[in-house]
């Protein structure tokens, strides 16, 4: 088990390595960088530009700069913003927790409903029930994120005026009844695909978990459904799902992009947007370090989960 | 002669059938078997899609989207009269179905008044909402299917190469797949996006500045191709090993003849079902990014760039909001009805 562990966990350095090696050349690969907006200034003077450079390290070749990022970022150090000279560690750390808040609610949504009616329209396959569920799961998968985020705004916070149309909080006001309302539409929203595919997902792998034999020894054995369904089925039906949630981490942070900038939402999504637009290196970076961090440690620990609750799976 | 419901009846069974028992269904329908050959391929997998009424109806739907797409030059002749292009501020916000009279600007109508419905309305320029949304599905379906021949290309070429000779140019491809996974998706685009169309080879062109949509889909399909080469990687592995491989490379075969003459026409089924499982994650990503401004630019219309717009005009004119949406919205889950169908149709061990 710990040989798996270590060997797992050394694959993943060459991986981020790769990621960010990836990104350093898509951004090389972008013409411009962030001073050449400040060039385009009445009055500035090539020599102003060429310090500033310098200062920003940005006449240092590609492979050195890489390099020396490299090495900060093994102590620790994520380097300065080329736009605001803020520290990106700082400013990330200051973002981090709206988007997991975000995140986590999302997952949360999902998990408290697919779960139960993925078993359900498991349970009672081919009925009404059933049909709707598959139905309403189609049109969760298909609905584009971005569009019903406008719609639950249109309808909820124009029309109705319930909910709050962006932001954390209304300013003045941090009370957690406050907080929670302006979480409930994005949150909504981020779950509604995420929860669609787990449905269809969890009442797949019930169905194929009731086909079992050690099912219809449990039948046979005269034991209660319901015992059936949960200490049987459903334990079994888990296994492959903590692999279903570790590959939707990633999926969570591309649709946190999107829904962060539209519900004006200040978390990482927001931050990797503003970054790419305004071609902050060392704040994209940052981000994409994090993010692709998160998103290979998702898949470890769902790796790690797997082969501790399965003993089947070969480990390695 | 067979009633109609018998025959119904008959179809299921077989359909049934095959799902266990693989090619020997044909049996099962022994009056047909005295009149003709055992029925091929493709006419069981047709008959077995033909069951799930909804993957039908879903069907129709999109093949009535592409009509109204790619028919969007023949809408904007015979129905509204308008070019994508034509404005009328006299019709600005028009709402559904109004007739207004004005000079036109724009168009081989500019200069003279004329009288126009705007049967879905128009938006703040005073363009027609339905030329739009006509020209709209053509620009945007148009990405999506150039995209996922391109993203089959590659992913094919990929899954192939490391499925077929495993060892280190395995190892070394897979990787790749890996880091492509781990970045966050809509991001890359973001920047791809922003080197090609910032790349002085490209936009220098004359053909760019008419067609720079045109980008679009070499941007998306950068990181669509990892799906479906990871797939064909594993049918490759399996497939590899069979007896009828064996023998061809006995007899001879080259490498490329092997891989494209014996192994990828058993694939098939998998790769047509994973095409068109794709296609609603391309059309949603080309949404995206043109919502975004990273992807196809006005005032060439796309279903995802008449929503940036819209969007300020929100509390003035909500259906220029709705409408794009619900196009993208209704084509996007046709696909995926449809798709599922083909899948328990054409292959039922890719059952979800």
Redesign the interface.
Known sequence: MSAFLIRRVLQII??LI??TI??VL??K????SPVSDLALVPGTRPEDVAQIKRQLGLDQPLYKRYFVWLGNVLQGDLGKSMINYRDVRDEIAGRLPNTLKLTVAAFLLSLVFSIPIGIYSAIKRNSIFDYTAT?AS??G???????LA??L??FFA?QLRWLPSGGTQNIGDGSLVDQLKHLILPAITLAIVELAGWT??I??QMLEVIRQDYIRTARAKGLNERLIIFRHAFRNALLPLITLFGLSI?QF??GA??IE?IFSWPGIGRL??DS?VSRDYTM?MG??LL??TM??LG?LLADIGYSLLDPRVKQG | MISRGDEKRTAQRAGEATTIAGPSLAGADRGRLTRQKSPGYLARAWRRFRRNR?SVVAMFVFIIMVLFSYGAPLVSRYVTNQGFGDQNLQATFAPAGKTISAVQIGGPNSGKATTTKYLLGADELGRDVLTRLAYGGRISLTVSFLTLAIALTIGLLIGALAGYYGGWVDTVLM??V???????????L???S??LN???LITGTSFYRTNGWLILPFVIAVLSWTGISRLIRGEFLTIKNRDYVEAARVLGGSDGRIIFRHILPNVLPIIIVWATLAI?GLI?TE??LS??GFGVQIPTPSWGNM?TNS?QY??RS?SL??L??AM??IT??AV??MG?GLRDALDPRL??
């Open positions: 060459p991986l790769g990621i990836l990104v898509l951004i690969a972008v013409p411009g139905v189609v049109a998968v298909s609905v584009p994120s971005f569009w406008l719609m705004i249109l124009v269809r997902y009442r797949a990633p942070f591309s992009l999107i900038t990797t947007f790419a994209i981000t994409v993010s692709s998103v290979v898949n | 909804l990787r790749l890996d880091i492509f996974i781990s970045v966050p998706g809509l991001f890359v973001i920047l791809v922003t080197v910032n790349n002085k609603p949603l949404a995206a919502y975004l929503l969007t929100f509390s909500p909001v709705v794009p949406g993208i919205y996007v889950m995926n009805l599922n059952n979800d």
